[in-house]
């Protein structure tokens, strides 16, 4: 399984968009990417997950260059709300067990 | 649509004693499942997984155990609880091994 690195910590401003950058360089050919977010004394909730290029959804965007070997998780318009601790993760497409490793997130705080 | 839930929310168990968490998922059959630890301040760490019915993998060395009695039930046990048990469970969810895992409430647990 791939392992993934990304900063512990970053600041932010309401209203600011944030990107955090996940490095992944030993990610195999059919590893998906995907990112969860988790506030204190919750489980992990599902961001975005992507394979190549650029996915958007209601809540993010996530962009991954063509080596795969990194991807970027856009949040748009941050809002208080969303300090969190966001995980960036890479597991195997369907058949798999589903394995994944979670590293130790970035934890994002949004100030006013 | 699918659900899952864990139970108890919180619970707090003297040294030694034995330990029973569980976790149920609606509205899906057959579902990987899978029991995941977090320390405070902490990443979350694979405990065990599930593919299906008394089908379980261990993924670290310890004093727990899982079962799965029936398809959307999967348990975690422990015969004597030490102090380093203590945590946050999360129990988790996917339609087979596409990397989209769906996470419980968790079960806030302290040994004293």
């Known amino acids: 399984l791939a392992k993934t690195t990304q900063p512990i910590s970053m600041d932010s401003y309401e209203g600011q968009e944030v990107n955090i950058t996940c490095s992944h360089n030993?990610?195999?050919?059919?590893?998906?990417i995907t990112w969860y977010q988790q506030f204190p004394s919750q489980g992990p909730r599902f961001i975005i997950q992507?394979?190549?290029t650029k996915v958007t959804n209601e809540v993010a965007s996530l962009f991954i260059p063509a080596d795969r070997k990194s991807s970027t998780l856009s949040l748009p318009r941050v809002s208080l709300s969303d300090t969190a601790v966001y995980y960036c993760?890479?597991?195997?497409?369907?058949?798999?067990?589903?394995?994944?490793?979670f590293g130790q997130g970035t934890t994002l705080q949004v100030k006013p | 649509s699918q659900t899952i839930h864990q139970w108890p929310a919180t619970l707090v168990q003297p040294v030694g004693s034995p330990l029973s968490l569980e976790c149920t998922v609606e509205g899906t059959s057959n579902p990987n499942l899978y029991w995941y630890r977090q320390a405070a301040g902490r990443g979350l760490q694979l405990l065990f997984y599930?593919?299906?019915?008394?089908?379980i993998s261990s993924e670290v060395p310890q004093n727990l155990s899982a079962s799965r009695p029936q398809d959307r039930q999967f348990i975690l046990s422990s015969k004597k609880l030490l102090l380093s048990d203590s945590g946050f469970y999360l129990c988790a969810w996917s339609k087979g091994g596409t990397g989209t895992q769906y996470f419980g409430p968790g079960t806030r647990l302290l040994v004293l």
């Open positions: 030993n990610i195999a050919t059919n590893d998906y």
């Open positions: 992507g394979y190549k």
């Open positions: 599930s593919v299906g019915i008394g089908q």
């Open positions: 993760l890479v597991g195997h497409g369907s058949g798999n067990t589903g394995k994944l490793i």
